[in-house]
């Protein structure tokens, strides 16, 4: 098991404190400056340790902020609402992914973004699973049909909360979130599954 000493003598860190150790430090950064000031240099010298000792466990900037996101903001990985109603568990997870965005800031959110291809492809398709699990409960409930609906419209709902994101500066009102289920996702998933 791989430890660290920190600043007091005789005193070793489990790998296990040392990440949770990191990844408070790494939030930190990110709160008080900003995704592109953020370096791993930086989040080493905070906690006393090596640039090599982040490296592996993180294998870029990009992974250490995915991963500090996830510790301090969560993720809807396992998570996805179930209302009872397929409407109703749309807008929640709406809802849900406009309020990390708040959570974790736009700046950081735009950032993370920006870098998608230096993380692990299955966190780009976190919201499509996560509205193809919604689509399914639905299903499951005898909402909809049983026909397939296609990728491209799962995807729909989290591009365009990306989009207000990236586009406007700021997360989605809650009147454009009822926007994009009422009046786009779900008339989409309706005609589809019913084919």
């Not at 905070?46 to 902020?65: I, K």
């Not at 800031?105 to 780009?124: K, M």
């Not at 689509?135 to 909402?143: L, N, Y």
């Amino acid at each position: 098991m791989e430890t660290q000493t920190d600043a007091r003598p005789g005193r070793r860190r489990s790998a296990s404190e040392l990440d949770e150790v990191l990844l408070d430090a790494a939030w930190r950064q990110l709160r008080n400056e900003g995704y592109a000031a953020f370096t791993i240099d930086s989040v080493a010298r905070a906690v006393g340790t090596s640039r090599a000792v982040v490296y592996r466990r993180w294998p870029n900037r990009a992974a250490l902020v995915l991963a500090t996101v996830r510790a301090h903001a969560g993720t809807i990985v396992g998570h996805v609402p179930d209302t009872g109603s397929l409407e109703g568990d749309v807008l929640a997870l709406l809802h849900e992914f406009a309020n990390r965005m708040r959570r974790i800031g736009i700046d950081v959110a735009a950032g993370l973004f920006s870098e998608l291809d230096e993380i692990p492809e299955q966190t780009t398709t976190v919201a499509t699973d996560a509205f193809r699990q919604v689509v399914d409960q639905a299903r499951g409930r005898g909402e909809i049909g049983d026909a397939p609906v296609p990728d491209m419209v799962l995807v729909m709902p989290g591009m365009f909360v990306r989009y207000s994101m990236l586009a406007e500066r700021t997360a989605p009102s809650d009147e454009a979130l009822a926007r994009i289920a009422h009046e786009l996702f779900l008339p989409l998933v309706r005609y589809h599954a019913a084919r």
